[in-house]
């Protein structure tokens, strides 16, 4: 499958979710003849920039195939230079027309961070790098009113959006340019449903930065 824009990227994405949750999954591009198809190059619909967490799985949670996504995991879906640089890559040279953050509820990330906000401590080794980039979320959460921790996920898959656009001007720019579209998305464990709660639509104008990040959590 080769898509190139960014609502039906979207659309296949959101198909292959309820497909999961229905418990009807179709289990695309997954046998032999597909593997042989796409050894020789890949054009993937969507970039999942999503959390590390192990149930989690995009390619099970989207009903997807080898080739569909391009996956880029980290715990609490945490954006550095490697992750930006991966998602670069997607968009300009696989022309990956939809980039996805995907968090979930009861995020650990999340949770450790809040933790560490109000003990003031922090945890040890690389452990608190992790902690440190999701803390401005949890501050901001606070300034909202916000304690729970699913509230504070979604607000952290929003700013994940955010930091994206505003440190990668490859991905502002084919945004801005209408080719590429940048979605939050929050997976609940349980139901196993991804819902819609930041996105920034193709074709915004100008500078795509955190101004024009739509929330639409409810």
């Known amino acids: 499958m080769t898509l190139t824009d960014p609502t039906q990227a979207l659309a296949e994405l959101h198909a292959g979710n309820r497909r999961f949750v229905t418990g009807a999954p179709r289990h695309p591009n997954q046998d032999a003849v597909h593997r042989a198809a796409v050894a020789d190059g890949q054009h993937p619909f969507a970039v999942i ?4 967490d192990s149930r989690l799985a995009a390619e099970i ?3 997807r195939g080898l080739g569909d996504l391009f996956v880029v995991r980290t715990a609490g879906h945490t954006v550095g230079p490697e ?11 696989l022309g990956t027309p939809l980039v996805v953050v995907l968090g979930h509820d009861s995020c650990g990330a999340v949770q450790a961070a809040r933790q560490a906000a109000r003990t003031g401590t922090t945890p040890p080794g690389h452990l608190g790098a992790v902690v440190d980039a999701v803390t401005p979320s949890v501050r901001r959460a606070a300034a909202q009113g916000v304690d729970d921790v699913d509230g504070i996920v979604d607000i952290h898959i929003a700013r994940t959006v955010e930091a994206l656009l505003d440190n990668s001007a490859v991905l502002a720019a084919e945004v801005a340019a209408g080719r590429c579209a940048v979605v939050g998305l929050s997976y609940r464990l349980a139901a196993g449903e991804a819902r819609t709660v930041a996105a920034v639509p ?17």
């Open 83 to 93: 992750v930006l640089g991966s998602v670069e890559y997607a968009v300009s040279v």
């Open 61 to 63: 949670i989207f009903d």
């Open 202 to 218: 193709a074709g915004a104008p100008g500078r795509a930065g955190h101004d024009q990040v739509a929330a639409v959590a409810g």
């Open 49 to 52: 920039v999503g959390c590390s």
